[in-house]
């Protein structure tokens, strides 16, 4: 885990807010055993303060990896939804638009529709599909 030098916020903010922190098991066993080498003697932090900051540890790892599948079930179904479109008719919600899909461009936010006639369309809510 990288962690910036004080003095220079403006960089410290981009360089976290570029770079993704991941924290793994082996990150966490190793700031675990630092913890236990640390502490007071005259007052040892009791076991089962260790064992649930390990559940703990362990319901966040599940849940990134839940977040990470849906992620990709998600980009499946997009991919399948803009693959249908290639062929049909589509007209944008005001109607001036219109016309047969030729190709698709997905982008992170959406679907962008490019016509036969050369028009883009983004594909939202509203868009009618024939």
């Keep these: 885990m990288n962690v910036p030098a ?44 260790y064992v649930a900051q390990l559940a703990t540890f362990s319901q966040v790892e599940q849940s990134v990896q839940i977040n990470s599948k849906l992620d990709g079930i998600l980009q499946a179904s997009t991919f399948a939804q803009a693959g249908d479109l290639i062929g049909r008719e589509i ?14 461009r997905l982008y992170s936010d959406g679907i962008m529709a490019r016509l036969e006639d050369g028009q883009e369309l983004p594909v939202w809510a509203g868009v009618v599909i024939r």
């Design 6 to 49: 004080i003095g220079n916020t403006t960089n410290a903010a981009q360089s976290a807010a570029g770079k993704a922190q991941t924290v793994d098991y082996q990150s966490f066993l190793r700031l675990l055993v630092a913890q236990m080498k640390n502490q007071d003697p005259t007052s040892p932090m009791e076991s089962t303060d």
């Design 91 to 104: 007209e944008s919600a005001d109607g001036t638009i219109k016309g047969t899909v030729e190709s698709v």
